[in-house]
């Protein structure tokens, strides 16, 4: 014998059903086979609006019941040839007749009952399963078809009536011996009562009542038909790159459906577990497909974890008091008190201090639990030894489960650690100790990226995710563009990474996408985005709560720099080129660390100093490692550098100025460069990376350019160094009659930092520097007589853009 259990969406319409008895045509050759339908998809939740809706005494019921109606017989009309349509017509017309009646009842009554529900929406079950039974018989396939009621036998708890087990084995083993068949053909869902009233089997009752039937007759297996190819490792509305489960155990299956995995409901395996009944899930619309197969035992090897699945609407309840430690008796109250209103307690936690005890419930009881249980503790509340019953909402439950977690150190630890570098706060943690499950509560808003993160930390294969939000977008920004897109396939290749730019900006307009922006066309989707509004662009990153989220500033705005706080709270990495943060008072500095710190997540800005240079990067190493800094001497201004090195008197230095800004050197203000302020902003940050407490305004600054040409616009600068040409010939030529070069230098030693011109000879260390290049040279305690030198280029779109990419890497990794 094997049983086949077909679902809504198998047996929505005409077409899915021909599907069906395909299926069941070729089952049928090997083996005696029982089928199990449910209602046409979509007719349960139909009845139950329709005896809602009489219930509110709205006529519109009556409408509802002519859709259901109509469906029916446009089926038969489409399955039944004509010559056999005329009996099953009149049975669809004779269910709608009593259907009509009962809601007619209801809209008078005001009032419909568990008992009148279970009524209603039997007529679903009934009328499938018969015209599904007809239509095999008029293509020659005979069959018996079993009115479940009279077979499967419960108590009277009308809604989800308790299986009375040993009189439903009895009755339906009974029937088949009396009357054979090579195919009978059942409605699932429904039972009855004692008195032979109908009942229902609750949620996923036509799976349950096929567990039953294949309980009963020691079946080989149970296949569950249904729209999906088996269980998945997560949901597949959730996650993207979700695999199938091939095999799972009967436990694991059971955590993964308590938990809110819709493919099997937990009473459907339970009849099955001791007769050792395999339960096979597999796709009507891809039968070729192998799905799921539910088992006793499954190999070892097959991955630690092997699933997740999450519940939502869940509501916790917390009931503690000083009053409750030591004192016996307090959890059985609790959980009786909730018994009694048969609220079902889906999760459970106490401190072990005894003081409080947390329970998850669904978040419609919670009325029902509240009243309830502060009426058990009404004696405790008003002498204020227990704390009336409190209650959070709008919660989840994450659970992550494998029956070879068992034994596996770290499973916690990895599943922690990565919920927390997301930001993800958890509110409880459970685990059982047949350690199959690790459960926690979190905010529902947290769901979907909780999910994803984990399921890209247990299931190496996939990718993981990095959202990436970029504003600015002009030479160095573009270049950044043009390296994620080269590097794109290798870093999922070789890393298992994958990059999206679901955020871009520039100072006029704004995309935003969560399903990512084209590489290839991100230009013409920012010409066409809507018009740049710095709050909304942030409020979005905020509120999509993507898991791996970095925030990359490519400019030298100070409003841009003002959301690293923000987004930093919410354990999203900021990666900054806009050196405005780093260098502003050093209580904004330290406090931008710390909250990284706190938050589990990273504030890296490397190409503040240096463009792609590692200099933040080996002197964070120097200090951690214990090491300390004496003294630094350093050109950081590629720009300068670049204009030094090429102006020899015989060209304007204007001219030489001009070229630095054309070839993407220089700011488009090149008197940030030129008035030191830039190579004070980096020496500053050196200075406090190294661990020394100080401002910008400690930094003497000597500056080599006239007052006059830091006043006025841009080409009035270009004008006044023009005028002042002899200023900076004579500059040169003093540098030049000593045998030296003119080189902009930052110095810091004993807790004090200067910048400014200075003439430098050929046996000094700066001397040799071409170009555009920068050097830092480092004397610490470890490099004494020989500083730590670390020099190349210092400037540049390219460069600049590579230690972007870098520190996006950086954290991606992480």
């Known amino acids: 014998m094997q049983v086949l259990k077909f679902g809504g969406t198998s047996v929505a319409n005409s077409e899915n059903i021909r599907k069906v008895i395909e299926i069941t045509r070729k089952a049928c050759e090997t083996d005696q086979t029982i089928v199990v339908v449910s209602a046409l998809g979509g007719a349960t939740d139909l009845l139950i609006e329709a005896g809602k809706t009489a219930s509110e005494q709205d006529e519109k019921y009556t409408e509802k019941l002519k859709t259901f109606e109509d469906r029916h017989l446009s089926v038969v009309r489409e399955l039944i040839p004509v010559e056999y349509q005329s009996e099953f017509l009149t049975l669809v017309k004779k269910g709608c007749n009593e259907l009509e009646s009962i809601c007619k009842a209801v809209f008078l009554l005001k009032e419909m009952s568990n008992r009148t529900l279970d009524s209603i929406v039997s007529q679903g079950e009934l009328l499938s399963s018969q015209i599904i039974s007809a239509a095999f018989k008029t ?3 005979s069959n018996i078809w079993l009115d479940s009621r009279r077979f499967i036998r419960t108590n009277s708890n009308f809604g989800m009536a308790a299986l009375e087990k040993e009189l439903t084995d009895l009755l339906i083993r009974d029937f088949l011996v009396h009357n054979p068949s090579r195919l009978y053909i059942a409605p699932g869902f429904i039972a009855s009562d004692p008195d032979g ?7 996923g009752g036509s799976d349950y009542s096929a567990s039953i039937y294949a309980a009963a007759t020691d079946a080989r297996v149970l296949e569950i038909w249904t729209d999906v190819s088996g269980m998945m490792t997560a949901d597949p509305r959730v996650v993207g790159n979700a695999r199938n489960i091939p095999r799972i155990s009967y436990k694991e299956a059971m955590e993964l459906s308590h938990f809110g995995a819709k493919v099997i409901y937990p009473p459907t395996l339970q009849p099955l577990m001791n007769r050792n009944v395999p339960i ?16 006793a035992n499954v190999a070892a090897d097959s991955g630690i974890v ?4 999450s519940m939502n609407k869940i509501a916790f309840l917390r009931l503690e008091g000083s009053g409750m430690v030591g004192i016996p008796g307090f959890s059985r109250r609790l959980f009786g008190a909730l018994a009694e209103k048969r609220i079902n307690v889906i999760l459970i936690t106490q401190s072990s201090s005894e003081h409080s005890i947390c329970v998850a419930i669904d978040e419609g009881n919670v009325s029902r639990a509240r009243k309830a249980v502060d009426k058990e503790f009404a004696a405790e509340i008003a002498t204020q030894i227990v704390e009336p019953l409190q209650v959070e909402t709008g919660l989840s439950i994450i659970a992550v489960v494998g029956d070879n977690m068992r034994n596996h150190p770290g499973i916690s630890g990895k599943m922690f650690g990565a919920l927390g570098r997301n930001s993800v706060n958890i509110r409880a943690i459970s685990q059982g100790s047949s350690e199959k499950n690790i459960s926690t509560v979190i905010s529902t808003t947290d769901v979907a990226k909780a999910i994803n993160v984990l399921h890209e930390e247990f299931f190496e294969t996939s990718y993981k995710q ?26 999922m290749d070789d890393y298992r990474i994958q990059l999206r730019i679901v955020g871009l900006a520039n100072s006029r307009k704004m995309v935003l996408s969560e399903n990512g922006i084209s590489l290839d066309h991100w230009k013409q989707k920012l010409d066409d985005g809507m018009a740049m509004n710095l709050e909304e662009f942030c409020k979005y990153i905020i509120s999509r709560n993507l898991r791996n989220s970095i925030f990359v500033d490519i400019t030298s705005n100070p409003e841009v720099a003002a959301l690293y706080e923000p987004l930093l709270r919410k354990s999203i990495g900021v990666v900054a080129c806009n050196k405005i943060a780093a260098s502003s008072s050093f209580g904004n500095y330290r406090n931008l660390k710390n909250i990284a710190r706190e938050f589990n997540t990273s504030y890296l800005f490397e190409t503040n100093v240096g463009a792609s240079l590692p200099i933040i990067g080996t002197l964070n190493d120097l200090i951690r490692s214990g090491d300390k800094v004496n003294r630094i001497e350093a050109v950081l201004s590629g720009t300068l550098n670049f204009v030094f090195n090429n102006y020899n008197a015989t060209v304007p230095f204007a001219k030489i100025v001009k070229q630095a800004q054309d070839e993407g050197y220089a700011e488009p203000d090149p008197r940030i460069d030129l008035c030191g302020t830039d190579v004070m902003r980096k020496i500053l940050i050196l200075a406090r990376e190294s661990g020394i407490r100080m401002e910008m305004d400690q930094i003497e600054s ?12 841009v080409p009035s600068f270009y004008a006044e160094m023009e005028k002042h040409e002899d200023h900076f010939r004579a500059l040169f030529n003093e540098a030049s009659q000593k045998g030296c070069k003119l080189k902009f230098v930052a110095s810091f030693q004993n807790g004090q930092a200067s910048v400014g011109l200075q003439h430098i000879d050929k046996d000094h260390d700066l001397y040799h520097l071409y170009g555009k290049d920068n050097v830092v040279l480092f004397y610490t305690n470890r490099y004494v007589e020989q500083p730590l030198v670390i020099k190349g280029a210092g400037a540049g779109a390219e460069v600049t853009a590579s230690g972007i990419f870098a520190d996006i890497m950086r954290i991606a990794r992480i």
Do not use: H, Y
């Open 306 to 309: 092997r699933g997740i699945s």
């Open 702 to 713: 000597r500056s080599f350019l006239p007052e006059s040409c830091l006043e006025g616009d």
């Open 197 to 203: 009233i109908t009942t229902t089997l609750g949620r």
């Open 280 to 295: 096979w899930i597999k796709n009507t619309f891809a039968p070729a497909d192998f799905g799921t197969l539910i088992e």
């Open 466 to 491: 990095v959202n990436l939000f970029i504003i600015g977008t002009g030479n160095v920004g573009s270049r950044l563009m043009e390296q994620l897109l080269r590097q794109q396939q290798l870093l």
């Open 139 to 141: 293509i020659g396939i």
